[in-house]
């Protein structure tokens, strides 16, 4: 028989409250801070000073954690066993629940509990996809009742109803509508799935289950009456009808896939140089003495669709609480762009990605959030102190398990040279003077042509370029003192090989600077000879000094 939807009936909900203790495994320190989104400060303050002061936290305020916990899933596997002890005659579901009823089989519905590991990445105001893990598990719920016949004894045909049989025969888990994975039957099924295509594809988790139910049927017809009209002769006949229900309940979910690419070098002093570029959303990558943190935080919040269960049976329906509390865990941005730590170890040269104006969280959800456009970055360039050059390069991903780790060989290797700037003066004039600057690899020699590559020379605050054989003539206001200059080299990355800076000061003749040179130069000498004249005086006793005592 095919089944036709029906709609449950209203029901006043319950009170819903998240649990007041830790359970399944969850260590206390971080079972506290799980429940954000719950009425912070609801519990009174004698009952607040007689808790732990993680408990005290978490009753009080929201809290943040710098990566996704794994206590949700721990939490939401053993939850997830909580879903109440059920037989034929009711139906236990959310109030939300897509209901299905046939002839025998009413309020059958398939749910899902939590899809895991999984963050719901709150992008941006419209953007918040569901980013589940490649391989994972989904969980949820089934349940129906079975609705047997009255019998019928009256008149000369009686029919008897009774229940032989009724199973959840198979559960499943299609992914895109095609078979993932297939199970016995289960009121909690846990499902394995394995996600194909590319990260950050769509796919449609579905979980369906086949619901049967046997029946008897016995049916007694009169064939023979007496003269007062009592039945004689009864004939009787058995029949055993049956009902298949199929139900199903899906959930868009997002393929969360890290990966990263890049380029690395050695600086000449032994710094690491190093850009990774990523294919999503990332927490971050580490170095050898410090790393690069995204502008991510997370909490972990139940789904309140779960807070009530429905009863549903011939009676009617009631609401109760549930004792089944599902986490999910949420990423949000806290931080208008990557932040390097230690600040001393670690610098940030660029930051390439787009502004992205920041979500707002659930109105019952009390932490700090952005108010500016934040950098959604995909790619980060750093230089970093290094005792030795890393052998892989490590990301981490806003969904818990999934990271990136690339040997260093692969990423793309950029030979960094250290450069040899001179300045000289080729004319000057009381108001001018004319400088050539000389640009050059300061291993091979080879001149540095800026013109035809990123970076640039600055002499005196102007920007002027070298050309192919690494000089440039340039005349500029003549300043008091000397003439500066220094090269601001590109982006290593951008224009191989790379190469650091170096700077370089020609004192100017006539100047002041000249002079006290000078000075100094013939200064120095007389210095030092007067000195030991006076230590000779004084140890001789000759009476010598001063040298003038005599003219």
Known sequence: MSAVLVASTAAVPAVAHPPNSTDHGVPEETFHKLWSGDQDGATDGANLSNGSAVEQLGKGTDVPFDSPPRAVERWNRGDHQEFPATNSSVSIHPPDADLSSGQFIKEAYTEVFAVQPSTRARLSPSRQPLYVAPDGTLRGTVDYRVAVPPDDTSGDRRVYWSLESHQIEE??????????????????????YS?????GEDHQLTLQANISVRLRKEVETCTAHNDEGDCTNWESSVSYPTENVTVTDSIEVTKYDLAVSGFIAEY??????????????????????????????????????WDTLVYSSDDGQRTAHSPL?????????????????????????????????????????????????????YGIATRATADEQPETVRAWGLV??????RPADEFARIQIYESNLTVEVVNQTEDTVTVRVILQNANTGAPINTDERDGYVVVNGQRVNTTGNGTVTTTIERPPGGVSARYEPGHWWLNPPGYTGDSDTVLLQGSVLQIVSTLFRIGVPVSLFLLAVFFIDRITGWRIWPPWRSL
């Open 268 to 305: 000449p002093n032994g710094d690491l140089g190093l850009v990774v570029y990523k294919n999503q959303p990332w927490l971050g990558y580490q170095l050898p003495n410090g790393d690069v943190r995204g502008v991510w935080r997370f909490y972990s919040a139940r789904d309140k669709d």
């Open 325 to 377: 509390h599902p986490l999910q865990v949420n990423a949000y941005p806290i931080e208008t762009g990557p932040t390097p730590s230690p600040r001393r170890n670690v610098t940030i040269l660029d930051v390439y990605g787009t502004s992205t104006s920041p979500p707002t969280l659930p109105s019952n959800v009390h932490l700090d959030v952005l108010t500016e456009p934040y950098t959604a970055s």
């Open 171 to 192: 559960t499943k888990l299609l992914v895109d509508g095609d078979e993932e994975t297939t199970a016995g039957g289960s009121h909690t099924p846990a499902l394995s």
């Open 400 to 405: 818990r398990g999934v990271e990136a780790e």
């Open 195 to 199: 996600l194909d295509g590319y990260a």
